[in-house]
């Protein structure tokens, strides 16, 4: 049995190996060991070689894509829907008797539209229904997050790919010149905001302490790594019995690392935080306006909790990364003078600005009426947030219109989002806060 699992082309990054393909290796270091030497499996990456679906650049590599038994793809981001269609339809013509396998969020979101598209689709994890998939001639196999306990379930390997494509130098510049990689130590999120898909499950499900010591020490002995990116929705677990033992688990490997929280983490937090190597902690607040915030259902975050978690992460000496959107509904014509204010007024190190995008299957993309929306382009390669943070010319965003009267006055047009947005970034690259 030959089998290759397809890395599309990240087509929305203007360096597409700054990140790595972390699911795409889990489940083929899953398969490699469920299958044994039953079947031969690799990995076919496609990042940096195309610039979205249907060029001739793109075209001429799927031509040079070798007959396998099975092709399996695990679509996150639905920015990479289009180019996977495009993928799969290709391939079939040129190999019709291989059958084409996809899960991930866009797969949990779009189900029907999905299952038109591939021979079989999974819906929620796949530790088991990956190997299910190749045996069983089923369209739609699911399984539910709680009965795959994430705790215990093998890292990935890195050697699957090439050194230079796993490991980098630039996700840590700001810090010096460490060889990092990126890594989950739990998946899923407990808060449901509006504008979000990447709650499922809708919980956090968190590796033992025992596989994330032992996965660092892979990382250090195999790849010399020196530092990590926690991808994590939420690297601080707001429950101590979980939180506690992750930290010490990281603490006693040595190595340095970054990673996302939300603005209500603790003091003590932090300070464990940092005394286990945390650099940095990127923060989603999204929005400085607190309509915005309620219409993205973060009510729970407010400038006072904000300015509280800003105040102790310095305490500490943790750098703090904001993140923002601009786009969101309920956001006030004044928005860019108040996020300047804010910035100046608290200070944080670095910022991440992106530009509002309604996932398929967030509650803003299900109900657009509710939110004021007139109008969402279903050309998925338009999904993507990236609207000139690390160049002037990554303008993929925006794939939406505003009525123009909204229940909060009038709205912003999309080009005076853009306008908003590059604003806000040159300003933000003349005080050195992004990278």
Request: hydrophobic share 35%.
């Amino acid at each position: 049995m030959k089998i290759s699992f397809i890395i599309p082309s990240w087509h929305y990054f203007s360096d597409p190996f700054k990140l790595q393909p972390y699911w795409e290796l889990y489940y083929t270091t899953i398969l490699k060991k469920q299958l044994g030497e039953k079947a031969e499996i690799n990995l076919i990456d496609l990042r940096g070689r195309s610039k979205g679906s249907g060029n001739d650049s793109f075209n001429q590599i799927v031509d040079e894509i070798e007959e396998r038994d099975f092709y399996l793809y695990w679509i996150m981001k639905t920015g990479d829907a289009n180019e996977v269609y495009s993928i799969v339809q290709s391939l079939k013509k040129k190999f019709p008797k291989s059958k084409h396998i996809a899960g991930g969020t866009h797969i949990d979101m779009l189900p029907d539209e999905c299952a038109e598209k591939f021979d079989t689709i999974i819906i929620g994890p796949a530790e088991n229904n990956f190997k299910i998939s190749l045996e069983a001639n089923k369209k739609i196999l699911k399984e539910d997050y709680t009965n795959i306990p994430f705790s215990e379930t093998p890292y990935p390997k890195r050697d699957l790919l090439p050194f230079n494509s796993m490991f980098s130098k630039e996700m840590f510049k700001q810090y010096g010149d460490y060889n990092a990689t990126m890594v989950y130590f739990s998946r899923g999120c407990f808060y449901k905001c509006s504008y979000c898909v990447y709650n499922v499950p809708n919980k956090l499900q968190s590796k033992s302490p025992k596989l994330i010591t032992d996965e660092i020490e892979y990382l250090k002995d195999e790849f010399k790594v020196q530092a990590i990116l926690l991808k994590d929705e939420i690297a601080l677990n707001p429950n101590k019995k979980i939180f506690l033992p992750q930290m010490e688990a990281l603490g006693k490997t040595d190595i340095l690392w970054r990673g996302q929280t939300t603005s209500v983490g603790t003091y003590d937090q932090l300070k464990i935080a940092k005394e286990t190597g945390c650099l940095e902690l990127s923060v989603g607040i999204e929005t400085v306006d607190d309509n915005a915030m309620k219409y993205i259902n973060k009510t729970w975050q407010s400038e006072k909790i904000i300015a509280k978690f800003i105040e102790n992460i310095k305490k500490v000496g943790i750098k703090i990364k904001i993140c923002l959107i601009f786009g969101l509904p309920g956001e006030p014509k004044n928005i860019v003078e108040k996020t300047l204010r804010f910035i100046e007024k608290y200070r944080p190190d670095y910022i991440s600005l992106s530009g509002f995008c309604p996932m398929p299957g967030s509650p803003i993309y299900n109900n657009p009426d509710k939110f004021g929306i007139e109008y969402i382009d279903k050309d998925w390669d338009k999904h993507a947030h990236l609207l000139y943070r690390f160049s002037d010319t990554e303008h993929v965003g925006l794939p939406f219109r505003y009525k123009k009267e909204t229940e909060w006055g009038n709205s912003f047009t999309r080009d005076q989002i853009i306008g908003n947005i590059k604003e806000v970034q040159k300003w933000l690259s003349n005080q050195s806060m992004t990278y």
